[in-house]
């Protein structure tokens, strides 16, 4: 309880002094009177002293004093302790314990030390902190985060509805992704601006791990296919290990088999840091992940941070293509246009135009034929070749059936492969029983050679996969819902699994009794095939049918294909994503979006890279519209995974996104602690930078006041003090007149 | 040990494929029984080559060159690896089955009549869906129907003209490497072309190249070339046939991988 005077309950200020002024003035003036009248006797002391008391009673009257009366209590400072709970908090710390268990430590100390305070504990990591539900529990539970960004945390506080914080502490081991290296101090202060408090820091970890680390991949540019990409790798050695030489491996990993070697080097460590330059090409456009990895150091506290897995988008400057034609017809005339026109296509052709048994009547250098080199294509140029279309060949005669396992192969490995059908394709072609066979999305099994073709014309059918399939829908925006009659197929037997089939024949059957496919779209491991069964695609672009729309559907028809078999995104049926960058251990979340936007059911397969293991097989329905659906895959190891989405009822073929999750990411990749710049931080906003020994030193902000009571009463009830003033003036008018003052 | 086998295009035969030679033989046998031109071709002979007769005005097919076509499929199909038409058909300028097909051959001995609108119409849209029209003048001597052709020509392509090509052209070196164009008539070493977008669309020929291809009954050559000897008329045949491998590969020969081989055989000195 306590009580206070003021000149007056109501009264802002400048009126009280204004009506004190004014008092002094006519004070002064009653003064000035009487000296002028030279008159110092009793009656010019009367004059002056009921003056004085009419001037005291007028400016009480109008000021009305008044005595307050407050009861109030005293509260501790506001403190927000902000703790890093980035996915550093796992790493070592000092004395044997993690990082974790030191922050444990240091909110069980500053508990005590703060016993008096109003304590809000959040933790930071990405964007606005979270508030920690229990920071007196023996363990600092909180779930690792991705980054470690004080700025924003110090600006959500500081811009919050909540109380402002007297004082700010920051539990951490100093390295952070914001502020950084580059004056930290400045930068938290800036963020904490409207604040204007001391931040004070503890470091839970000060020594250095002892750890050889992948700290950074760079990449010199977009990564293009079959053209040399440039990766800067650095890597570390801290806590006084000595590494000398480090030997690096650049992997791609593959979706079923052992990954590939891409790149080796060594990089040289000195004071703790080396760089090496390795350069590898890749031959598959999409997305492609790199493992970069550093042998095991002996010693080493940090094994998770020996490699890094470098997700990359390959694109491609063109597509190389490869074209090989049995014969020379107008369907190959067809194609070859359209590859040729389509600047984005890097085409090597090679057509068969004089088989064994022809009779060209002229000597060998009259003719401009040049050998077909099967051997060289097959074997040393494969790789180069982005796709490869077999149109209307015969495996046989020209020395291909000795290739087709490395063929096979090829498209096992992520190479696009469209057979394209005649006379001598499929099973004419010799194919049937073959390794082609199994990479195919259309069975060959059980056709004899005098099956093998249907001379009967037809017109074929879209099928329902192929009405909503994004790879028909240029041809169909064009076309409408037919197509042109063919003359014939290629007898092909069912769908393999995972197939789709987007044209059928509309009477022929397959052993199973199902539709026969015309066109069908496979997938098989990392790459895809197409199968289209028919010679006559180039009556899209010369014929009558083609003239109505002016030829225009055949390149839309060929550049759909051919775009899906690159695994362009404008023909994938589904979309997927990751909600966030997956790192292992963690929950990561996949979102998937169906192309077509009417809430199909997908078949979700998630496997892991290299081994084919089968991680997470669910049926998701799909929202229409725009909206993803997400699918927790729960917590994933380290490595690369491949997810395959397909949607029901053989609506298309499947997609594919592959993904990697990374042991620590960014996190652990630089596992030193930084209480530098902790310190940085604390001196810039006029705190204490402390240690996990030195909380009991923390400052602690004064208490507050808080009011509870108040009570004002005036001195003197105003209409007493308005009657006596009104007596004394009345008194001193009387005596001024008697002694002969106006 | 095994010997590698060879596969190529260009040696001798050393074993044949029979069962697929047979196949074709048979689908184009078959095929050519329906000389019918609305009717569908079967399987494999789709996109046979097919050396159509275009007919403008009142003209009719008829005369010694009515054999040439079957000639040109037949040597075609003799020598190389391309399936054609051994019964070719004739098709009007105005009939839509000019479009079904992206080659005609317009040829004859008189100044053609003028086109009409239809015909008109329907040859600028034969070339703009990117076929090839072939104009051979059965007199080159007189040059009446060169002259007419090129003529109706500017009416269906007012904005092109037609350019001489010679060996540097890859029609000159789309099978056969040929040093000079040859017909019945020895002409002109170059033909004369009207290029659109870098691809030969109308050829125009004056050496009367159907008249070296005719054949009467029982195979004997019922025109004389000039100046004569079985070596032009053999030259003769193979322009017609870099023609249709230029029609069904376009400008295949002109690929990089092509082009150090062949440049290193013409310095050969080769015809």
Known sequence: MSSSFALSADLALPYVVAACVLAGLGLALLLLELWRKRDSGVRAGLVAATGVLALAALLVAVLRPVRIHTRGTSAGPAVAVLVDASRSVDLPGDDGRSRREATALALAALGERLAGVRLRVLTFGDGAPKVLEDPRAPRFDAPPERTSDLSAALRAVATSTDEPPNALVVVSDGRLDRPGEDQPGAAARAAAAPLEVPIHTVAVARREPVDAAVRAVRAAGAAVAHQPLRLAVEVACTGGMACGELPITARELHHDGPSLMRASGKARVADGRGVVDLELTLDRAGKRILEIGIDPQPGDQIPGNDRRYLTLDVTRDRVRLLHVAGRPTYDTRALRTWLKSDASVDLVAFFILRTPTDQVNAVGDELALIKFPVDDLFTLHLPSFDAVVLQDFDAEPYGLTRHLPSLASYVKNGGGLIMVGGPNAFVSGHYGRTALASVLPVALDGIAQKDAVDLATFEPVVTPAGRRAPVLGPLRGLLGPGLPPMSGTNVVGDLRPGATALVEHPTRKTPSGKAMPVLALGEYKNGRSIALTVDGAHRLLFSTFAAETSGRAHGAFWDALLGWLMRDPRFEPAVVDLAAPCLAGEEATLRLRSAFGDGAQAKVEVTRMGSGELVRRVDVALPTGDDAAPLPLGKLDAGGYSVKVELADGRAAPSRYDFACEAGGDEWADPRPDPVRLAAIARATGGVALGLDGVDELPLPEAEQVLSERHVRALVPPWLAALVAALLLGGHWIVRRRAGLA | ?271
């Open chain 2, 1 to 271: 040990m095994r010997a590698p086998r060879p596969a190529t295009e260009a040696q001798s035969a050393w074993h044949a494929p029979a069962p697929r030679l047979r196949r074709r033989q048979l689908l184009l046998a078959a095929a050519s029984l329906c000389a019918c031109p609305r009717v569908a071709a079967a399987f494999g002979e789709e996109g046979a080559f097919n050396p159509r007769i275009l007919l403008t005005g009142t003209d009719e097919w008829r005369g010694a060159r009515t054999t040439a076509p079957a000639r040109w499929s037949e040597e075609l199909m003799r020598r190389t690896s391309a399936p054609a038409r051994l019964s070719p058909t004739t098709v009007r300028a105005d009939d839509p089955a000019l479009l079904a097909e992206p080659f005609v051959v317009w040829a004859s001995h008189k100044d053609p009549d003028p086109l009409s609108r239809r015909e008109v119409r329907g040859l600028r849209q034969f070339i703009a869906l990117g076929g090839l029209l072939l104009c051979d003048d059965f007199e080159p001597e007189r040059g009446a129907f060169a002259r007419g052709a090129k003529r109706e020509i500017t009416r269906v392509l007012p904005d092109a003209s037609p350019i001489e090509i010679g060996p540097e052209n890859v029609i000159f070196r789309s099978f056969y490497l040929l040093r000079r164009a040859i017909g019945r008539i020895e002409g002109a070493p170059k033909l004369e072309a009207i290029v659109r977008g870098g691809a030969v669309q109308v050829i125009l020929t004056g050496h009367d190249l159907l008249g070296a291809l005719a054949r009467g009954a029982g195979g004997v050559e019922t025109i004389d070339v000039v100046p004569g000897g079985a070596r032009q008329r053999e030259l003769a045949i193979r322009l017609a046939v870099n023609i249709a491998m230029y029609l069904l590969c376009s400008n295949y020969k002109d690929d990089q991988v092509h082009a150090p081989f062949l440049m290193r055989r013409r310095a050969l000195g080769q015809p």
